[in-house]
C-alpha cells in the first residue's frame, strides 16, 4: 500500500470535509489573512528525541500538526492530526503553550496568508510506527541541540521557547 492509499484509509472523509471547508472559505476571501486555530504536538521518542517532519510546501521541518475543524475539541485535533500525519498514536498531551500574533502570520507558498492561533502539546509515543502523509517528505528524530535550521516560519517561535525551557538539558 503507498502513502496516499495509507492516508485515505486512515483519515477518510474527515480531512475531505476540513479542505472542503477551507476551500469553501477562500472562494470568498481569495488569498486574504484568516484566522486559523491550530493544534500541534511536540512528539518525543523513548529517547527523548524530537519528531519532525519535512513539509512538501515549503521544504521546512516542524512537528506534525493541522487546522481545528470546527467543532472538534483541540487534544483531539491534535492526536488526530499527528496520527494522519505520522501513523502515531499519543500517550499524554501535556500543554506546552498557546502561540498568537505576529510572528504566527504566514503566507503559504500559494499566496494563501493565515494569522496562526496555536496551541500546542508535548507527549510520547503510546504506538505506531512512522508513515508520512502526502504533506511531508521526510521524517527524522532529532536532539534538541541538533535541530536543522530550515524550520517552518510560524514554528520557530514556538520551537526557540522549547529549546529555552530545556537548555539546563541539552
Known amino acids: 500500500m503507498n502513502t496516499d492509499e495509507w492516508d485515505l484509509q486512515r483519515i477518510g472523509a474527515g480531512i475531505i470535509w476540513d479542505m472542503e471547508y477551507l476551500t469553501e472559505l477562500?472562494?470568498?476571501?481569495?488569498?486574504?489573512?484568516l484566522l486559523m486555530v491550530g493544534a500541534t504536538v511536540f512528539v518525543f521518542d523513548e529517547q527523548n528525541r524530537l519528531l519532525l517532519l519535512k513539509r512538501r510546501d515549503n521544504h521546512c521541518w516542524g512537528p506534525p500538526g493541522g487546522a481545528v475543524e470546527p467543532g472538534e475539541v483541540v487534544e483531539e485535533a491534535a492526536r488526530r492530526e499527528t496520527l494522519e500525519e505520522t501513523g502515531l498514536e499519543l500517550g499524554e498531551l501535556s500543554l506546552f503553550g498557546v502561540f498568537s500574533g505576529d510572528d504566527q502570520f504566514y503566507r503559504y507558498?500559494?499566496?494563501?496568508?493565515?494569522?496562526?492561533?496555536?496551541?500546542?502539546?508535548?507527549?510520547?509515543?503510546?504506538?505506531?510506527?512512522?508513515?508520512i502523509s502526502h504533506e511531508h517528505t521526510d521524517w527524522k528524530y532529532?536532539?534538541?541541540?541538533?535541530?536543522?535550521?530550515?524550520?517552518?516560519?510560524?514554528?520557530?517561535?514556538?520551537?526557540?521557547?522549547?529549546?529555552?525551557?530545556f537548555q539546563d538539558k541539552l
Request: proline share 11%; glycine share 8%.
Open 142 to 165: 532529532f536532539v534538541l541541540s541538533e535541530i536543522p535550521s530550515e524550520i517552518s516560519p510560524p514554528i520557530i517561535p514556538i520551537l526557540k521557547k522549547l529549546l529555552a525551557n
Open 109 to 131: 507558498p500559494n499566496g494563501d496568508e493565515v494569522h496562526n492561533v496555536t496551541i500546542v502539546y508535548i507527549s510520547h509515543i503510546q504506538g505506531g510506527q512512522v508513515r
Open 26 to 33: 477562500r472562494k470568498y476571501v481569495g488569498h486574504r489573512p
